[in-house]
């Protein structure tokens, strides 16, 4: 293999682990990983070509992941997990999104009503309906998703303000992931989409990294969708 054939496969590599849900510079530094067997965030950013100011941020969203595992020391190094295991884990999060989303191509077609779900695209309008839903809850809202910390960046005030209205919110996250005071909270590995249910009203249903979501205001898809929550985490 010449180096224009490798650069074309280096490119596909990192294009296949996008659809993963990696970002590109996330891609970048796993791949690096990967050969280094070993690395600090400055050696990842000479090896992977990513700046270096943003090279933490990368390994850590990483780690948040699953992708890599952290060494304490001065400095702190990184290694890539065990290839298998990550293989393992993308598997049974894909059948468990497929699942899901057959579920949801039974329900509506027993139903016969096609136009329950509304595709909305592009991560700023995904994160706005997300806080529209927690501003609605009157009693309960459950979120099942990988990355809680970037839902609590956003729109911790949405759940503060539903906190205190008495709105009893429940969390399912990596184990990794920081929850607010006052949320219910349980602790999953393997998740990979992020599903949210309001009042077993309203439901949402979003891709790894929020740029694209499904959502329906149609209670008897809310509450089957609860059920499918609740299953997922008596596992």
Known sequence: MDVEDAFEEYKKLVDSLQKLGLSMYEARAFLALVVLGVGSAEVVAQTAKIPR?????????LEDKGFVVSMEGRPKVYKPMELKEIKEKIVEEVNELFDKLEFIQEFLMEKGEPQLVYT???????????????????????????????IRKNLIKNIEMALNRGVKVIVITHPNQKIPKGVDSYRKEGLIATDIVSDNKRALLASPELNACGYTDNPALAQHLTHFINIMIEK
Do not use: Q
């Not at 100011?53 to 969203?61: D, F, N, Q």
């Not at 997300?130 to 609605?136: G, K, N, P, R, V």
């Open 53 to 61: 100011t943003s090279a933490y941020k990368v390994l850590e969203s």
């Open 120 to 150: 909305i695209y592009g991560k700023e309008r995904v994160m706005k309906k997300i806080a529209e839903m927690i501003d609605l809850t009157e009693k309960e809202i459950i979120i099942s998703t990988p990355i809680f910390s970037e």
